[in-house]
């Protein structure tokens, strides 16, 4: 049974930064993209960034601000947020996507910026 646990998420000022974390446990293997989403209260889930071996995509709200990195032996993904702003207030999301076309995602948690 393969679960990705998040950690980092909390409560920051405007302008602070966040690390979240996501590592995966059981048996995953041939892991392609790794990738965070995010969704506020009424608003639908969205992506925030992904990383490949190859490519690294971010949302347009979050280029220069955020930075997704992954360690593969760890198999865990990491979502650098810098100068954060009330409206990246949401659960946040990590998705594992395997070469074999199993999806999994963590539990979420919250990430709130205060103005």
């Known amino acids: 049974q393969v679960q990705l646990v998040e950690s980092g998420g909390g409560l920051v000022q405007a302008g602070g930064s966040l690390r979240l974390s996501c590592a995966a446990s059981?048996?995953?293997?041939?892991?392609?993209?790794m990738s965070w989403y995010r969704q506020a209260p009424g608003n639908q889930r969205e992506l925030v960034a992904t990383?490949?071996?190859?490519?690294?995509h971010y949302a347009d709200s979050v280029k220069g601000r955020f930075l997704i990195s992954r360690d593969n032996a760890k198999n865990t993904a990491y979502l650098e947020m810098n100068s954060l702003k009330p409206e990246d207030t949401a659960v946040y999301y990590c998705?594992?996507?395997?070469?074999?076309?199993?999806?999994?995602w963590g539990q979420g948690t919250q990430v709130t910026v205060s103005s």
């Open positions: 998705n594992f996507a395997t070469t074999y076309g199993y999806n999994y």
């Open positions: 059981g048996s995953i293997f041939s892991i392609n993209a």
């Open positions: 990383i490949t071996s190859v490519v690294t």
